[in-house]
């Protein structure tokens, strides 16, 4: 294992059972070696928020799909149910984005590219991912219109309780990345892993800079959400 990369101060998130919460190191990570001759680093984080202060663990047992967190006590080292770090093992940096409303039909310009509503949006989608990854991958689409910015979209069905839900409600929360380079199945990853605000909206007040821009529709309305990295230029 390689020098760790987390330092004391660093934010990270820890998921469990698909959920995150923000942690932040309130101790310099120090190795531990194992009994069995391999090795992790253990540190001390608080709850982003609140007094509570947890023993963590980073191990690489299966360096493939990249270091995996884990709370002692909990899980052991290896264990199929330690969650994968995010952002993976490199905190980033996070930054404020610019987060306005725009009309689902007004022209947004992202990367460079001005795309014509919603609608120009959802027609350059290219990756394409139902709630989360972990059952399989995006599915591939061929976009109705093409340009120099790619499109990846995750989209989560509105809740049903009923059998006329069932039947009639088709409306979806969506979440689209920009890239300027081919999306890929780990882009899809990142932003399956991102944590989810309130109906299923990814943005937030602070983001890691790889993630913007982003753009977030409810479902329903006359309006969406953009976020860019404007701001902070």
């Known amino acids: 294992m390689g020098k760790c990369k987390l330092r004391k101060g660093d934010r990270v998130y820890e998921c ?16 531990s070696i194992q009994h069995d001759g391999g090795h992790c680093w253990k540190w001390k984080a608080q ?5 509570s202060v947890v023993d ?10 990249g270091p995996r967190l884990y709370r002692e006590n909990i899980y052991l080292p290896g264990n199929e149910q330690a969650e994968l770090l995010l952002p993976p093992f490199d905190t980033g940096i996070m930054i404020k984005p610019a987060v306005r409303l725009a009309k689902i039909d007004e022209d947004v310009e992202l990367l460079g590219h001005v795309f014509h509503g919603l609608q120009d949006i959802e027609a350059h ?12 991958t995006a599915s591939v689409r061929k976009p109705e ?5 790619h499109v990846g979209e995750q989209w989560y069905p509105y809740p049903c309780f009923d059998a006329e839900d069932f039947a009639n409600e088709d409306r979806t ?10 999306l890929t199945q780990a882009d ?15 943005i937030q007040q602070e983001m890691h800079a790889d993630m913007l821009p982003m753009v977030y529709y409810c479902g329903d309305g006359p309006t969406m959400v953009v976020a860019t990295e404007e701001d902070n230029k």
Do not use: H, W
């Open 16 to 31: 469990r059972y698909r959920q995150a919460v923000l942690v932040e190191l309130v101790s310099n990570p120090v190795m």
């Open 47 to 51: 709850v982003v928020g609140t007094d």
């Open 56 to 65: 963590y663990c980073i191990t690489e047992e299966a360096p493939q799909y």
């Open 125 to 136: 989608v290219e990756l394409s991912l139902y709630k989360d990854i972990s059952r399989g």
């Open 145 to 149: 219109a093409v340009c120099e910015v």
């Open 173 to 182: 929360y969506r979440n689209y990345i920009f890239r300027r380079e081919p």
């Open 188 to 202: 899809m990853q990142a932003l399956s892993d991102f944590p989810a605000q309130n109906n299923y909206c990814r």
